[in-house]
Nanobody
Framework: QVQLVESGGGLVQAGDSLRLSCAAS????????MGWFRQAPGKEREFVAA????????YYADSVKGRFTISRDNAKNTVYLQMNVLKPEDTAAYYC????????????????WGQGTQVTVSS
């Protein structure tokens, strides 16, 4: 089992930045690719970003490319999502997730989910 706990959400203004963290405990964190998803009210959960177990390769949804950066620190069992130039349409609950590969994550074939952290961006 892997437990994932997100933190770092909050209420910000358009153009601001936030950094989300996802702390993992349980089985070996470094065995998993990690991803971030988000879900806005009334919408389906969508893929945001993913990172390989090594941290070398990263992938982003087109809507966040160039503004968001995913990273991980395997020594700290933590994955991060740095969000810059936030827009009101980024408002959502953000979830981290673990999967066997980035490809699996992008197919929503996930082994573990966190409980989510709310990000609200005002205009």
């Amino acid at each position: 089992q892997v437990q994932l706990v997100e933190s770092g959400g909050g209420l910000v203004q358009a153009g601001d930045s936030l950094r989300l963290s996802c702390a993992a405990s349980g089985r070996t964190f470094g065995d998993y690719a990690m991803g971030w998803f988000r879900q806005a009210p009334g919408k389906e959960r969508e893929f945001v970003a993913a990172i390989t177990w090594s941290g070398i390769n990263t992938y982003y949804a087109d809507s966040v490319k160039g503004r968001f950066t995913i990273s991980r620190d395997n020594a700290k069992n933590t994955v991060y999502l740095q969000m810059n130039v936030l827009k009101p349409e980024d408002t959502a609950a953000y979830y981290c997730a673990a999967g066997n590969t980035v490809a699996a994550i992008k197919r929503y074939e996930l082994d573990y989910w966190g409980q989510g952290t709310q990000v609200t961006v005002s205009s």
